[in-house]
């Protein structure tokens, strides 16, 4: 999405806000998409859960929004809380700086 004329953009922001409904329809009420722990399927959402809010920081696109995809934020909340998840995250404002070394600030914001 980053490189892509606004035409592209959109239609990729769609298709993306549409597999965000179906993981918010996967959670079904749980705290994690197994349940009450953390599963294979969270460790391999960890991209939404966390990087993604400095992606969206970074390009000034907003994906995800508690708006938009109240149960997938909730999620996304106690993904990053996790006692397990939060001690091996690396620091959010290292991770905005590098995100913004290897990207660059978009010449577009939405």
Known sequence: MWCKDEEERGKLVEEASQCFITLEGELKGNKFF?????????????????????????????????????????????????????ETLPPRDELHAEFEARLGAPSWKY
Not at 56 to 81: A, I
């Open 34 to 86: 197994g349940g009450e722990e953390i599963g294979m399927v969270d460790i391999a959402a960890n991209f939404i859960g966390y990087w993604l809010g400095v992606v969206q920081e970074v390009s000034g696109m907003e994906l995800v929004t508690r708006d938009k995809f109240p149960v997938l934020c909730k999620w996304m909340d106690e993904f990053v809380e996790h006692s397990v998840v939060k």
